[in-house]
Every structure is written in structure tokens, then in C-alpha cells.
């Protein structure tokens, strides 16, 4: 994908959160009414077999776990010598994480009732989804390029998989509305685009600054 193409998505996937948001904001029928729906069939599906399954899901894509992957995976790319990679990844998922949290704050949405499995904290958006989705982009960007193409979508359907579970675990459970989980996807994956846009700038000018310092560095010759 071209970086035009990545910009023009990156704003239309902000704009759809942004027009979510502000539908949650001033309590739109559009959104009660696409909560209510997904949120009465999911209802249907619910046994103990499914909500033991879902309940490990949910505990295995938690914020905390999704964070301490992507400190993992940053550690891994460091130690491979990419330094600058390993630093945009622990950016996307604290920088995220932080702004998922100042969201969930300003909004104030409260939880949906009678969860079947315990939550505090605000509804809007999803922390699990945000959180495990950034974590899969980022282990994406690591190991598709030593994938040969035909053979990515090996890794690419697991991972989109994953992240499906996890997000459909948290209305499942009812300690989110289905309008949380979607915004989670549309800002983690606008905010992606929206960074991955400037990467290579970045990395260009740090690159620039560090041959600049150790040329400094170096003594001069007389």
C-alpha cells in the first residue's frame, strides 16, 4: 500500500472512531440500536462451554498481557539490532494505550450490566481489543518480511483470528458494547496507518543524527 492510500485510510478509519465517539457522546439511537442487536444475538450463544472458552480468551488478550508481549517483541527486535524499530513498537502500543486510556476518561462510558464476568473501569473504546491489535500489527511488521509472500497468509489468518476472538470475548462477556470493540479496531488500526506514514521519515532523520554525533564523536585528524 502506497503511503497516499495509507493516509487517505488512516483519516477515514479516525473519522468513522471520531463519528462513533461522538454518536456514544450524545447517547445516538443508531448505536443503542447496533448495541442491542449484536448484543441480543450474542445473547443466544451463551453456555458455560463458551464462556470458559471466552474467559481464558479474554484473559489472554488483557492489556497487561498484550503490553507485555509487545515489550517482549520490542526486546527481540532490539537485540536483533533494530533499534529504531524496537522503539516505534513500544511507541504504538504505550502511545496508543495511554490515548485508549484518555479516551476511555473523557467519555465515561459506563460498563454494560449484568457482565457475565466482572470488569471495572469505562467502557469506550475496548482496552483488550486496542491493545491486542497493535500488538499483532507489530508482530506482523516483524515477521512477514521473513515470509516468503505466498506463504504469509499461514500467519497473517491466525493473527486477524486472534484478534477476533478477543474482540468478540469482550461483549460476549457484556464488559463492553459492541460499538466499544469496533472503535477499539478503527482507532488501532487508523492510528498504525496514520504513524506508519512518517516511519521511514523518522528514520531517516535519526539515522542522520547519529551519523552526525559520531562523526563528532570521532577525534579529528591533524
Not at 30 to 49: E, G, N, R
Not at 142 to 149: A, T, Y
Amino acid at each position: 500500500m502506497k503511503n497516499k492510500q495509507k493516509t487517505l485510510l488512516s483519516f477515514a478509519l479516525i473519522l468513522a472512531f471520531a463519528i462513533l465517539a461522538l454518536g456514544v457522546l450524545t447517547n445516538s439511537p443508531a448505536i443503542t440500536t447496533f448495541d442491542s442487536t449484536i448484543s441480543q444475538s450474542t445473547a443466544k450463544l451463551v453456555t458455560p462451554t463458551n464462556t470458559a472458552f471466552f474467559t481464558v480468551v479474554a484473559d489472554l488478550g488483557s492489556p497487561l498481557v498484550a503490553i507485555t508481549l509487545t515489550v517482549l517483541l520490542a526486546g527481540y527486535v532490539f537485540y536483533k539490532k533494530d533499534r529504531f524499530l524496537a522503539c516505534w513498537i513500544i511507541l504504538l502500543q504505550f502511545g496508543g494505550s495511554a490515548l485508549t486510556e484518555i479516551i476511555k476518561v473523557t467519555i465515561a462510558r459506563p460498563r454494560p450490566s449484568h457482565q457475565i464476568i466482572a470488569d471495572t473501569g469505562f467502557s469506550f473504546p475496548s482496552g483488550h481489543t486496542f491493545c491486542t491489535t497493535i500488538f499483532v500489527i507489530c508482530l506482523l511488521m516483524v515477521v512477514l518480511p521473513k515470509i516468503p509472500v505466498d506463504s504469509r497468509y499461514y500467519v497473517i489468518i491466525p493473527a486477524c483470528t486472534w484478534i477476533i476472538l478477543v474482540a468478540f470475548s469482550r461483549f460476549y462477556l457484556r464488559d463492553h458494547y459492541p460499538s466499544d470493540v469496533l472503535a477499539s479496531l478503527l482507532l488501532a488500526t487508523g492510528l498504525w496507518l496514520r504513524l506508519e506514514g512518517y516511519r521511514d521519515l523518522l528514520h531517516q532523520a535519526a539515522t542522520a543524527f547519529l551519523t552526525r554525533r559520531q562523526a563528532r564523536a570521532l577525534p579529528s585528524k591533524n
